[in-house]
């Protein structure tokens, strides 16, 4: 088979099944580049409905990890393991020491951390079992500990980013609409409600949306309509494929800025955005922060070189803004073009 590196869309490096019957682990690990360094990128546990959706989201999650790292100037490519949540009770520590095992017989193709559904618990248990892996307790003056409020950190930047390229001036007195109050949801709350934003929060866990509403004076909404409030920006944090023809079609908000990985439910959804005058912040540009965190901490460095990564975040934006209105193209194609220019010139450099 000819090695095509390169052609980012359509290829991917490696599909390793993970499979541990005694234990009910049922899984795969995605590499899809290594071109920067070796794939990095969390580990999903989900209940997916058949592996047909386990392998599609586990594809498209290891994509967006090669574009996001590319783009933030990390030294890795992208990659990510995806679980799937069994049915009942089951030995989570066994399920992750799973995935230690998996991911050591990958010989560092693949470092794992945490994404939706996982925790610095279970990393310690991946951790039993192999190196490659971050997301762990911070050490003392050294990066590590939990991703989502790097993550939550760098997306409220680059939204006051947006806010200003937009001549829409700064947070305070914004309607915000936040779809998903999990790790990282949670913390953009609490850094837009300290910032003067109006807060509508939905979440399927009803419980969650009101402990979030309640500690920044928020109003919980119906999860099925949040996306369609009458607010000026939404936050999307909780899964992919939420943005589609029939949101977008009816959608208020002039922004779009979250967290959540790949929410364009397909690339033509970007033209649409664009067509209706809506600012898309892509995900994978303004949700860097939590890699950026796990990369230095697997690199042994401390949190002034996250702090120095995290600070490129709102100007990366706002230069992908800039071009897109120059340009006349979607806020996606120009990101893509960015990222896939630099994995070029890395390739053409190693060859
Ligand atoms: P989480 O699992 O802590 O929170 C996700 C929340 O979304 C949960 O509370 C869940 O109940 C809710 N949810 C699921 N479907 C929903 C729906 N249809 N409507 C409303 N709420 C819904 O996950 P986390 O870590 O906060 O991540 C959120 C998103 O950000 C994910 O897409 C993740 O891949 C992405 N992300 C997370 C990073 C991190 O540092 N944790 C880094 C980069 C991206």
Same mark, same amino acid.
């Given at each position: 088979m000819v090695h095509q590196p390169l052609d980012l869309d359509n290829f991917q490096e490696q599909i390793h099944l993970i499979e541990d019957r005694a234990d009910g682990v049922s899984g795969l690990i995605v590499v899809h580049s290594q071109v920067l360094g070796p794939a990095a990128g969390g580990c999903r546990l989900w209940g997916y409905s058949d592996h047909a959706a386990m392998q599609?989201?586990?594809?498209? @999650?290891?994509?967006?990890?090669?574009? /996001?790292?590319? @783009?933030?100037?990390?030294?890795?490519?992208?990659?990510?393991? %995806? @679980?799937?949540?069994?049915?009942?009770?089951?030995d989570r520590a066994a399920m992750f020491r799973a995935l230690g095992d998996a991911v050591e017989s990958l010989g560092g193709a693949y470092i794992t951390a945490e994404d939706v559904g996982t925790s610095i618990a279970d990393m310690r248990s991946v951790a039993e079992r192999t190196g490659y892996v971050a997301g762990l307790d911070a050490r003392s003056g050294l990066a590590g500990g939990d991703p989502s409020p790097w993550t939550a950190l760098g997306v409220t930047e680059a939204m006051q980013a947006a806010i200003a390229f937009a001549g829409e001036g700064r947070l305070k007195g914004k309607r915000v609409a936040l779809q998903g109050a999990g790790n990282v949801g949670a913390a953009i709350a609490?850094?837009?409600?300290?910032?003067?934003?109006?807060?509508? %929060?939905?979440?399927?866990?009803?419980?969650?949306?009101?402990? %979030?509403?309640?500690?920044?004076?928020?109003?919980?909404?119906d999860p099925q309509t949040i996306l369609l409030a009458d607010v000026d920006i939404v936050v999307p944090c909780a899964l992919g494929? $939420?943005?589609? +023809?029939? $949101?977008? +079609? /009816?959608? *208020?908000? *002039? @922004? %779009?800025?979250?967290?959540?990985?790949n929410q364009l439910a397909s690339p033509f959804i970007a033209e649409m955005l664009r067509d209706r005058g809506i600012l898309y912040a892509p995900d994978y540009v303004v949700n860097a922060g939590g890699i950026i965190n796990v990369a230095a901490e697997y690199l042994g460095e401390g949190t002034t070189e996250v702090r120095d990564r995290m600070a490129q975040i709102p100007d990366r934006l706002t230069a992908i803004l800039e071009a897109a209105r120059n340009e006349g193209l979607s806020t996606v194609a120009i990101a893509d073009r960015q990222a896939?220019?630099?994995i070029a010139q890395a390739w053409a450099r190693a060859a």
């Open positions: 599609c989201d586990a594809s498209r @999650l290891a994509r967006g990890m090669t574009y /996001k790292n590319a @783009l933030a100037g990390l030294p890795f490519g992208g990659g990510k393991a %995806v @679980l799937q949540m069994p049915a009942g009770t089951f609490t850094l837009l409600s300290a910032a003067g934003a109006t807060l509508l %929060v939905a979440d399927v866990d009803r419980a969650r949306a009101q402990r %979030v509403a309640g500690t920044c004076g928020g109003t919980v909404v494929g $939420i943005l589609d +023809e029939a $949101i977008v +079609e /009816k959608m *208020r908000a *002039r @922004l %779009v800025c979250g967290a959540a990985n896939r220019s630099i």
